[in-house]
Structures are given as structure tokens and as C-alpha cells.
């Protein structure tokens, strides 16, 4: 599986920004597609999750510091995944990383996601 992150950039507080996780080369039915981040001096902390089984659906999570300002939204026929970043601050100036795996329980832990894409960078000033 590969995955692709896009849609980072400069911005200056309140403003928006959608960033874009493309997966090729999934074949499972079941899956958690997460977002994370780091900034500078800071370790990776989770940002949100969908994930997606035949018999639970579409489910999604935040952390505390994304409720209400981020949306996570997937289409499966195109194997993407979103995030809809507003009211953007400065602390939220990260490297944006998407990452997958089969499992969809445990979402919120960075350890026992599969693949990783390259990270893409979000910059917020005040």
C-alpha cells in the first residue's frame, strides 16, 4: 500500500485548508486511515481517523484539539481520504502525515499503523 499526502501549505489563521490521502494497492475490505502530526520539537500526536468495515460502516474520530474545526470524510471508490482543516491556528503549524492499516480498533496510537505517507506540511501564521 502506498499512500500519498497533499494539500499542505500557508495559511494565515482562520483560514482553511483540505488536505488529500490517496491509497493505492488496498485490497481489504476493513481498513483505518489516520492523521497525524508533528510540529517542531513535538512528538507525532494523532488528529483524526475514519474507518470503514462492512458491518459497522463509516465511523469517525477527533482529537480534542480537531473537534469542531476538522472534518474527516473518505470516498471509497476513489481510495481517498480528507481532512477539512478550518479555522486553522497557529499551533495547529505541522507535518501532516496519513497512515493506514487493516485493524480499525486502536486508532488513536500511531504504533500498529502499516503505511505511512511522506508527511505534508501545513503552516499557519497569526
Known amino acids: 500500500v502506498q499512500l500519498q499526502a497533499s494539500g499542505g501549505g500557508l495559511v494565515q489563521a482562520g483560514g482553511s485548508l483540505r488536505l488529500t490521502c490517496a491509497a493505492s494497492?488496498?485490497?481489504?475490505?476493513?481498513?483505518?486511515m489516520g492523521w497525524f502530526r508533528q510540529a517542531p520539537g513535538k512528538e507525532r500526536e494523532f488528529v483524526a481517523a475514519i474507518t470503514w468495515t462492512t458491518w459497522t460502516g463509516l465511523n469517525t474520530y477527533y482529537a480534542d484539539s480537531a473537534k469542531g474545526r476538522f472534518t474527516i470524510s473518505g470516498d471509497n471508490a476513489k481510495n481517498t481520504v480528507y481532512l477539512q482543516m478550518n479555522s486553522l491556528k497557529p499551533e495547529d503549524t505541522a507535518l501532516y502525515y496519513c497512515a493506514t492499516k487493516k485493524d480499525p480498533s486502536g486508532i488513536r496510537r500511531e504504533r500498529g499503523y502499516d503505511y505511512w505517507g511522506q508527511g505534508t506540511l501545513v503552516t499557519v501564521s497569526s
Open positions: 494497492g488496498r485490497t481489504s475490505s476493513s481498513y483505518a
